[in-house]
Structure formats: structure tokens, C-alpha cells
């Protein structure tokens, strides 16, 4: 089935670092790819829909400047907290949109800011 | 706007209990798909279900079993004779397709098996 890699799965970085995160699908082109964020205990909150060769779509409330998503070819979208802070610190997980109308999922990445 | 409640906050049953975990959702579309998700502890989501808004039948998959009502907006999903493995937060999800393709999730059950 369609598979989505996520990398890295953890990560530690000191704050006012910036921390990327990678998105690849390996064996289908997607056009569009899901950003979301959870915190412990909550649910997965859509941060941005990144579409490939344009500018991501960002949720209310989210700050384009400090998540910064790059979607430059069918199989990579990236997603970079700049100057990353301890509020930081979330579950962040990637999901593409399937021609057979399912998504699919990254593994996630476990960012924590120190 | 699209949303999805999930009343259950935290659900606790005794293994081979059935258990059934609610969902109701709002959306203004006519066309959407519906959608359930497992979240281990590991943090992965692992898929179970997914029925457009033109399919009212109820599935059964060996203990898994949903009931989909437009009339009430829900979705609920039911598991019998539960066992420890089942231990996890289940997510519901409402997508709208054909227009911005969002998956919006529920705010998620905690469902702990206890042997």
C-alpha cells in the first residue's frame, strides 16, 4: 500500500534552533500533504495543507513564519520550526490524500525542545 | 464548519467486554466521508474504517462493528468481547473530499482494556 516515510521519528533541539521534518511518499506522487500537530493527551490539530509547487494553506491561528512547509516535489514535503522553542514541543505527523479516497500517514516525529 | 465530537474522554472495561465508542459530527456538505483510527501508544495511526455519506450500511469486521445514522450525524463503532490489545485512543474523522480535502479528527477516546 501507499506509504508515507516520516524523519526524523525523534528529535532533541535547543531552544531558538530550527528543527526539519521530512515527508516522503515512496511509491505514489502526492499532490497534497496534511501537517498536523498533537499535543499529549489531544488530538491531531491540522497546522497547514501543503500542495505541491504553491504556497501552503494554513489553519487559523497558526503562524506561517514559524512553521515553514515546503512542498517542492510530488514526494517530499517538509515542514521547519524555526527558532524552536519549549511550546514547541509536540507530536507532529504528516498525512497524504489517496486517489482511492483514504489518507495515509507518516510515523511522526516527536519533537522536544530543551 | 466541519466538526466531530467524541463525548468519551476516557473509557475503562474489563476484557470481553463489549464496548461501543460514540461519535457525531457536523458538516454542511452532502458528500463527505467518514473515518476511524487506532492510536497506539506508539504514536502511529493505524486505520480501520472509512464510509462515504452515501453508504448507510453497518460493517462488521470480525469484533469491530460500526453504525453509521445520518439522521443523528453519528458514527458510533463498537467492540466486542474486547481485549487488552484494544487498549488505545480511537480517533473518528470527517473529511469533506472534493473541496479542501481536510481530515479533521475527533478529540479522541481513551479506551483501557484491564485483564
Known amino acids: 500500500g501507499a506509504v508515507v516515510s516520516q524523519h526524523p521519528s525523534r528529535v532533541i533541539c535547543k531552544s531558538g534552533t530550527s528543527v526539519k521534518i521530512e515527508c516522503r511518499s515512496l511509491?505514489?506522487?502526492?499532490?497534497?500533504m496534511f501537517w498536523y500537530r498533537q499535543f499529549p493527551k489531544q488530538s491531531l490539530m491540522l497546522m497547514a495543507t501543503?500542495?505541491?509547487?504553491?504556497?501552503?494553506?494554513?489553519e487559523q491561528g497558526v503562524e506561517k513564519d514559524k512553521f515553514l512547509i515546503n512542498h517542492a516535489s510530488l514526494t517530499l514535503s517538509t515542514l521547519t520550526v524555526t527558532s524552536a522553542h519549549p511550546e514547541d514541543s509536540s507530536f507532529y505527523i504528516c498525512?497524504?490524500?489517496?486517489?482511492?479516497?483514504?489518507?495515509?500517514f507518516g510515523s511522526g516525529t516527536r519533537l522536544t525542545v530543551v | 464548519a466541519q466538526k466531530v465530537t467524541q463525548a468519551q474522554t476516557e473509557i475503562s472495561v474489563v476484557e470481553k467486554e463489549d464496548v461501543t465508542l460514540d461519535c457525531v459530527y457536523e458538516?454542511?456538505?452532502?458528500?463527505?466521508?467518514l473515518f476511524w483510527y487506532k492510536q497506539p501508544p506508539s504514536g502511529e495511526l493505524v486505520f480501520l474504517i472509512r464510509?462515504?455519506?452515501?453508504?448507510?450500511q453497518n460493517e462488521i469486521s470480525g469484533r469491530y462493528s460500526w453504525n453509521f445514522q445520518k439522521s443523528t450525524s453519528s458514527f458510533n463503532f463498537t467492540i466486542t468481547a474486547s481485549q487488552v490489545v484494544d487498549s488505545a485512543v480511537y480517533f473518528c474523522?470527517?473529511?469533506?473530499?472534493?473541496?479542501?480535502?481536510?481530515?479533521?479528527f475527533g478529540t479522541g477516546t481513551l479506551l483501557a482494556v484491564q485483564p
Open positions: 501543503s500542495n505541491e509547487g504553491s504556497k501552503a494553506t494554513y
Open positions: 474523522a470527517l473529511s469533506d473530499r472534493g473541496a479542501t480535502n481536510k481530515l479533521i
Open positions: 511509491d505514489f506522487q502526492a499532490t497534497t
Open positions: 498525512s497524504a490524500s489517496l486517489p482511492s479516497e483514504g489518507y495515509t
Open positions: 464510509r462515504n455519506s452515501f453508504d448507510e
Open positions: 458538516t454542511r456538505d452532502t458528500t463527505y466521508y
